[in-house]
């Protein structure tokens, strides 16, 4: 285990402003992650506005408005998820390091909740189905993840654990993690994640929402997308090195794996109980009136 691919020796500041202080890749992420999003729900609400004979302006405006609301509860929740998940005491000894987020530090699951509330309250606000405005949300949110994985492999952050494996990386230890952790070929946990919960989710999403029978039955890619991100979460966790203040739960669980089971749980009951009901196709185009017929 002591070869090993040498890890790409990446600036994690993509833009140096003035000394330390810069943009990095893990906010570039972010951006390219709700920017593109954005995108692909504008043309799935289009699309969907054109089927159901509705302005198309009008339904893709509400992404346009949601974006804000977006961000907000993916910063917020992965933030306070991050806190209260995995590092409770630590910032409980020093709240104001909660504010530091040039360090790390976020939870998917704890993002996932904060994009769930803002979806709520908007859709509330504005009178939106929530499960057919979720489920393209949950097409677009693999892209994000994607990115965001990347971001983890470029700041060397997340890495696998030791492997003897012919594309195992040998990643930089932090000086404070050196007594614990030799520098020796890991798994790069980060892109398998990348792959499986970004790649794999997204074709999977895409190709089941460009179905009618599952399209037309909203919260079934809600469900799809729950499940699969927990399924592909669980497996990376089994080769991925566990933050060095966290135990393993019964001797081989991991906390990823812990709260990943829930959204297997709830994405597999969203499927079946979606599938289960009538599907709720689009009204269908007015026919024009016959020519000297009754106006």
Known sequence: MQSGLPFPNIDPIAIHLW???????????????????????????????QESNIRADKEASHFSDFIGYAA??????????????????LYLQNPLSILNLTEGGMSFHGGLVGVVVATWLYCRANGLPVL????????????????????????????????????GVVFPIPPYLQDRYPEIARHPSQLYEAGLEGLVLFV?????????????????????????????????????EPDAHLQFLFGWMTYGQLYSVPLIVLGVGLIVSRMRGAPQTPPASPKPPKAGGAA
């Not at 907000?72 to 005491?89: A, H, K, P, Q």
């Not at 949950?138 to 971001?151: E, H, M, Q």
């Not at 009618?212 to 966790?237: C, D, K």
């Open 72 to 89: 907000i509860g993916i910063i917020l929740g992965g933030r306070l998820g991050y806190v209260l998940l995995y590092n409770f005491e």
């Open 204 to 240: 999977l999403t895409l190709s089941l929402y460009r179905m009618s029978v599952l399209r037309n039955r909203p919260g079934t890619l809600v469900g799809v997308f729950l499940a699969g991100y927990g399924v592909a979460r669980f497996l990376v966790e089994f080769v991925r």
């Open 132 to 167: 057919r405005f979720a489920d393209m949300l949950s097409v677009a949110a693999p892209i994000g993840l994607f990115f965001g994985r990347i971001a983890n492999f470029i700041n060397a952050e997340l890495w696998g654990r030791p492997t003897d494996l012919p594309w």
């Open 19 to 49: 000394g330390d202080f810069g943009i990095r890749w893990y906010a570039l992420a972010y951006l390219a992650g709700i920017l593109l999003g954005w995108q692909l729900c504008l043309r799935l609400a289009k699309a969907y506005a």
